[in-house]
């Protein structure tokens, strides 16, 4: 007797760029337990799509929409919600399956970024909250905040005893314009047309920001997870100078207003003082890394939250040396939501990160961008103007942040050809 159904909202995305290809492992893992539905309109033209262009994963069902899974199923109760589709339908799907069914017990998986920029306050001081009233819960996805890089540096006394640094950088970029050889099928140039299929410069689909948002999220996420771990999660983040750029390449399908990078610079406003933030993110410059740099006067430690060919890290430098530990991929990232997630839903298995835990630090990220980006403009006309076109994105830093990035990019190279020794 199965214990319900799980719905999987974007469930037959194409495998070359889909998220729900990384969910594989927890959906096999589910169907113990459970019913896996897909809920994806390329049912309807499934029998006349190339095979490979749509994720081909063994469901029990596969509706097109929510009202033909309830005409064929009109009393099967819903355990939990895959929410893996564009940021722009989250929020519509959430009240959808609210007003279908009872949310009691119902868990609801929220890829990032979590809502639109325009839906933000909505959804988590609204919707969000009304549903949980009835006895939903949520669990909001982002793999910086699960990063066992985090565990290892706090459960480090010469890591904690540091305290806050002066600076941090929030880096969060994709597909370099510069890459190692052996690397190139990740560049930029190489993914265009997969990055096109996205619609990520499309901001009536991407919830209203460009590759600026969809990476900066993470970094967003990894600073708001490691000033809650700082016992610091109420501190203030400012905004002085945003600088927004797009990449100057034809092949590039960009909608109006839409930005290829972000750089953000401010500070935050601790119980103890003022630390300096950069925020550095987006895709097309000569850094491929999600991290967070924290500069102290003698010394940088590095926090990397992996990507999908870079393991988790710590580095630490000084004047003279560098050390790092490397974590396992396979024990980090979607892995370690994965176990949230069953955890969530009665397996035998411990989760790092709670429900709660996940949406309070979600939460405040996504206010953080909806804040970064009104301070642009709502209106994607205007957010036009201060565009600056490049051909590659870059930021000037100073001599020792330079040498710092030098050093850091050999290393980040060569735990992503896995030859660091």
Sequence with gaps: MMNGDVLVYGGLGDPNYSVVRLYEELLLTSKA??????????????????????YQFPYDEQYASLDEYIEHQPVRKISCVFVLTSVSTHLSILKEVSL????????????????????????????VPRLKQQGAKFYFIDTAIVTPAFDYFFSNQSCVSLGLPEKIVAISTDNPVTIHPQLDEFSFENRIAALNSRNLLNLEESGGGGYGFDMGIHAIAGLVRYLQK?????????????????????????????????????SIVTSIGHIELLVDAGKASDIWDRRLELHYAQLTVVIGFGTLKHPPYLWRSDHADSEAVVFNVTDSGYKLHFNDILSALEFDINASLSCEASEEIMCKSMYIMSDLFSGLSTL?????KPLIRVDHHSYTMAMKEQLIRERLTNFTDSIALNIHK
């Design 380 to 384: 994607f006309d205007e957010r036009e």
């Design 33 to 54: 337990k459970f019913s896996i539905i897909a809920i994806d309109p390329i049912v309807r033209r499934v029998s006349t799509t190339e095979v490979g262009s749509y």
């Design 230 to 266: 700082m016992q610091e999660f109420d501190a203030r983040i400012d905004f002085s100078e945003i600088k927004t750029e797009y990449l100057n390449n034809k092949q590039l399908k960009r909608s109006i207003g839409a930005e290829t990078h972000i750089y953000a610079l401010g």
């Design 100 to 127: 279908s069914f009872d949310v009691s017990d119902l868990l609801f998986v929220v890829e990032k970024p979590s809502f639109s920029l325009h839906e933000v306050e909505e959804g988590f001081s609204v919707v």
